[in-house]
Each structure stands twice: as C-alpha cells, then as structure tokens.
C-alpha cells in the first residue's frame, strides 16, 4: 500500500513563513555589513605615540575616516613590549570595530617563547600590510669597522673584545646581532639598553662597536654625519641612503630583518568587513603623500596586498623569526 505524498496546507505555509524569515535574516545581516561602519572604529596601537608605528597608523586612520565615513579613533595603549595592546585586541568583539596597527615585533615574542596571552596566528586576522621597517648596521664613523667586511675580521682577530648595543632584549636589533654572531661564529658582546635612544647615545659616543639600529632612529645620525650605516639588512636598498649596500651585498646572502607593520583584526570579524578594511587600506597606500610621509620618517611604505597573501607573510616571518631563534640559539630570561 502506497503513502500518499501530498503535503497538507499547513506544511506549505510552515515552508513559506521558514522562507520569508530566511529572507529577513539574510536581508538584515546584508543591511548590516553594508552599513558598517554604523559607530567608531578603534585603532589600537601598542606602542608610543610618534613612534615607529604610531605615523602608519595615524595616517591610516585618517584615510578609513574619509573612505568608510566613520569616526577611526588611534589609541595608543602601551606596556609589556606591545603586549598590553595586543592583548586588548585579541579579546575584543570580532565585529570590525577594534583593530590593532603593530610590528612583526608581536611574531618576534612568540618566537623568542616569551609569554603573551594570545596566538599570532589563532587570535589575530592580518587585514593589510602598511609600511616595512629595515635595520641599519651603524657604527661610530672614525672609531668604527668601515665595512661589513672589516667588522667580521675585526671580530676574529679579538675574541670577545667587540660588542654590539640593541634597544633591549628580544628587540629585532638584538636578533639581528645574533643571528650575524651565529652565522660567522663571531665571539661578541651584547649590550642591552632600555630603549633605542640610550643605545644610540652610545654609538655615537663611540661606546659600543656597532649596532643593527632602526632606519628610522639612525637616518638623523648618519645625515648629521655621527654614525655611519655600513649596510642596510633588507632585500632592497634604501631610498633615503642609496649609497648603502643591503646585508646581502656586503657579504650576507638572505640577511633580512624588515620588520613589517601591518593592520589586523581579532581572528572572527567577518570575512566582508575584513575585505573592505583591507581595500580602504589599498587606497590609502596609492596616496603619494600617506607614501611620501612614510619615507621622510625612515620607513617604506608596503604596495597594496590582499588579505589572503598578507595573512600568508605574516606567517611565513613568524617562521623566519622561529627559525632565527633557534639556528642562533637566542634565549631571553
């Protein structure tokens, strides 16, 4: 005996009112992406400001204002080597209202194994890469090695007599000072100072030997002719210094340690919000003057990239930064 297949009216209106309200949802959720931003955005920034990352993100922030048509606000909240920061982003609503402006100096800690309180990658969405940051090997212009060449050779004829300044422990400069140590098994002394501006008093004092210091401490010095920059550890050379070879030209193939400085979003905003954020980004760097501002401070500004390969350098440099650490066998206490 055969059931009957026939559907009672009430079925069909069940059906109809499941598909009116399915509608209503997916019109609401669509209503609300395309009104986004319907309140402030934040930007965190983890650092100082009129710092390092403090300029990208303050230059941003005013091009998402123009083209999204909302409030951005640039908060900077400091302390524990960016942490703090990060860590209010992290736990923040993934909705696209709180975003964070930071280095990869948050993939240098996870390297190095220092605590944090979140995950690069499980926490954090990267939107867009803003600006790439070098490390110049600098050195007192009369007391110092006056090539790469020179420094390494200065090294091996007196053991454990050169030393090298950093910004501090854990810090890109330090990293770089290793890795250098390590690859030509130089036996040199790392002096840790509390920040960029006492090691670079030093330098200049001629206190310490060298020091990978950042572009955009250094650049002042060398124009007044206090330190000379004895090459660049970056792929391209710099325009503000074109006389200058990278690592890899004075003797150290692949020797790059660009930090980037990048826009990311806690790990579930929505993939939408994440895209549109990514290509008001785009805009702002197509801007000759957001480009140009960037290199006056010391920094190059990053071309326009999608979501998808920011989100894929971002791991690839925390890759770079583990096996750094471990190649050089870099602990921090």
């Not at 990208?56 to 999204?68: F, G, N, S, W």
């Not at 895209?275 to 071309?303: C, F, H, W, Y």
Request: glycine share 10%; with cysteine; charged share 15%.
């Amino acid at each position: 005996m055969k059931h009957s297949t026939r559907r009672s009216p009430a079925h069909w209106c069940r059906r109809i009112i499941a598909g009116a309200l399915g509608a209503m949802l997916a019109g609401g959720m669509a209503a609300a992406q395309a009104a986004y931003p319907d309140q402030p955005i934040r930007i965190i920034v983890p650092w100082p400001a009129g710092g390092l990352v403090d300029l990208p993100a303050r230059l941003l922030a005013d091009k998402l204002q123009a083209e999204l048509g909302g409030t951005v606000i640039v908060e900077n909240k400091t302390g524990a080597g960016g942490t703090i920061g990060a860590d209010t982003v992290a736990k923040a609503p993934a909705d696209g209202y709180t975003l964070m402006v930071t280095t990869s100096a948050i993939a240098i800690n996870q390297a190095i194994g220092l605590p944090q309180p979140f995950n690069l990658l499980k926490d954090f969405q990267p939107v867009a890469p803003l600006a790439y940051a070098p490390l110049l090997l600098v050195t007192h212009p009369t007391r110092g090695p006056k090539s790469l060449a020179d420094l390494i050779a200065r090294a091996r004829a007196t053991p454990g007599q050169l030393n090298y300044a950093s910004a501090g422990n854990g810090t890109p400069g330090h990293l770089a000072g290793e890795w250098l140590k390590a690859r030509e098994h130089l036996d040199i002394v790392h002096v840790a100072y509390k920040g960029g501006p006492p090691a670079m008093t030093d330098q200049i004092g001629g206190r310490v030997d060298f020091h990978f210091a950042n572009a955009a401490v250094a650049l002042p010095q060398i124009k007044a002719g206090k330190i000379t920059a004895l090459a660049v550890a970056s792929d391209k050379r710099m325009p503000q210094l074109p006389q200058v070879p990278t690592m890899a030209e004075a003797g150290e193939p692949g020797f790059n340690t660009d930090q980037w400085i990048g826009l990311l979003a806690p790990k579930a905003t929505p993939a939408a919000v994440i895209e549109r954020l990514n290509q008001a980004a785009s805009k702002a760097l197509a801007d000759p003057k957001v480009r140009d501002a960037m290199t006056r401070s010391g920094i190059t500004a990053a071309e326009p990239a999608s979501v998808a390969a920011f989100s894929t350098e971002v791991g690839t440099d925390l890759d770079k930064w583990t096996g750094i650490v471990r190649s050089a066998h870099i602990k921090v206490e």
